[in-house]
């Protein structure tokens, strides 16, 4: 992604760009603002979290989400991939992501240009391209007929067009299988 892409995401501008799975419509996890302007944009359920894209484990520490031996020992195996891990986060701070859910969903992306991208802009949330209910964006076309001008940018590139795989992961390691896509995972560590 270029600097220019990187900047309107640093500055709080909100856009859409290809994923490592399907067209997102991304804005900074860390600023409460953007969250909701997606929310409102998405038409999305006020109560329901995005999936938040990072580039690291240590990306986990800036929601305050604390990995056990066996959560790290998962992750570290598993990412990146296209693997969405709901993890607990029960810091009243990131209420305005977790809905009240006491949960985050991360995805750390196995695409190096995207990574690389999360490197300077930090986590960003990335639900898919499309109003809630209907069908997620299989292009720049499909996606500006959702949003128009109310994105500030759109990034043309080519997606693997299936959602992620979602698993929530508890202390001990046990994986409890949400949404199986094209990756399987084993629900035994």
């Known amino acids: 992604m270029n600097s ?5 995401l640093n500055s709080g501008k909100i856009g859409v760009i290809p994923t490592d799975t399907i067209y997102g419509i991304v804005g900074s996890a860390l600023n409460p603002v953007v969250v909701e302007k997606i929310y409102q944009l998405r038409r999305r359920a006020v109560d329901k979290p ?5 580039s690291s484990l240590d990306d986990l520490e800036k929601f305050d989400v604390k990995l ?3 959560q790290k020992e998962f992750l ?3 990412w990146p991939n296209p693997l969405s891990v709901i993890l607990p986060c029960k810091c009243e701070k990131f209420k305005y992501l977790h809905r009240g ?16 991208m999360l490197r300077q802009t930090g986590p960003l ?4 391209a499309n109003f809630e ?5 299989e292009t720049v076309e499909e996606a500006k007929k959702y949003f128009a001008d ?3 940018f759109y990034v043309k590139g080519k997606i693997k067009s299936k959602p992620s795989t979602i698993i929530k992961l508890d202390e001990e390691g046990k994986v409890d299988i949400l949404r199986e896509s094209r990756l399987r995972i084993s629900s035994h560590i």
């Open 4 to 8: 220019s892409i990187i900047n309107r």
């Open 50 to 54: 995005m999936i938040i894209l990072i």
């Open 68 to 70: 056990t031996d066996k």
């Open 133 to 137: 209910g209907e069908k997620p964006a």
């Open 125 to 128: 949330v990335a639900p898919s």
């Open 150 to 152: 109310q994105a500030a």
């Open 76 to 78: 570290q195996k598993n």
């Open 101 to 116: 859910t006491n949960s985050l969903a991360f995805r750390m992306p196995k695409d190096k240009k995207l990574l690389e």
